[in-house]
T-cell receptor
Framework: GDSVTQMEGPVTLSEEAFLTINCTYT??????LFWYVQYPGEGLQLLLK?????DKGSNKGFEATYRKETTSFHLEKGSVQVSDSAVYFCALSDSGNTPLVFGKGTRLSVIA | DAGVIQSPRHEVTEMGQEVTLRCKLISGHNSLFWYRQTMMRGLELLIY????????DSGMPEDRFSAKMPNASFSTLKIQPSEPRDSAVYFC??????????FGQGTRLTVV
């Protein structure tokens, strides 16, 4: 079945550092890819998505590019802030009527 | 739109008691997913519905768990009898039929 593998955390960065969280996937078809973010005590929020190969999703300074050749969807941000501290989940979905398949999540802590 | 609404936000109950968690979907969404999140297991899909019909309940841990969708906008997850190992954060999410889902804030359940 479909699966998502993302880098283990936790990741600790200083403010203004560059962030990369790696995500690779295995799927039989051509899924849509997502990054969700979970702040402490809250639900998961959609951060960005890409629906086809070479698409770039972006939001709040974060971006990720759907790379079919490497089956990857790495999350990047050029300059992180303390407010970016959260758990980040990579996910895929074949359609809106089937469940998202999530990675295990990566906890990011940004220190001032 | 108010988003996916879950109630209660927090529930503390004694072992053996019945617990009912509630979820109101976003208007117009036709898929509903129930997830459970724990430190040990991460995010687990429990069950999902399309157009009020349960499609896959293989993630429901035991017969003590049951879920219903009495109408297109509302769902319940019931645990009877509850046990301490059921303590977790329970999320519901809804989807309009396009890839991706919108999550509620979750219900933190503590069974003592």
């Amino acid at each position: 079945g479909d699966s998502v593998t993302q880098m283990e955390g936790p990741v600790t960065l200083s403010e203004e550092a560059f962030l990369t969280i790696n995500c690779t996937y295995t799927a039989t078809g051509y899924p849509s890819l997502f990054w969700y973010v979970q702040y402490p005590g809250e639900g998961l929020q959609l951060l960005l998505k890409a629906t086809k190969a070479d698409d770039k999703g972006s939001n709040k300074g974060f971006e990720a590019t759907y790379r079919k050749e490497t089956t990857s969807f790495h999350l990047e941000k050029g300059s992180v802030q303390v407010s970016d501290s959260a758990v980040y989940f990579c996910a895929l979905s074949d359609s809106g009527n089937t469940p998202l398949v999530f990675g295990k999540g990566t906890r990011l802590s940004v220190i001032a | 739109d108010a988003g996916v609404i879950q109630s209660p936000r927090h529930e503390v109950t004694e072992m053996g008691q019945e617990v009912t968690l509630r979820c109101k979907l976003i208007s117009g969404h036709n898929s509903l997913f129930w997830y459970r999140q724990t430190m040990m297991r991460g995010l687990e899909l429990l069950i999902y519905f399309n157009n009020n019909v349960p499609i896959d309940d293989s993630g429901m841990p035991e017969d003590r768990f049951s879920a219903k969708m009495p109408n297109a906008s509302f769902s319940t997850l019931k645990i009877q009898p509850s046990e301490p190992r059921d303590s977790a954060v329970y999320f519901c999410a809804s989807s309009p039929g396009t890839p991706g889902a919108f999550f509620g804030q979750g219900t933190r359940l503590t069974v003592v």
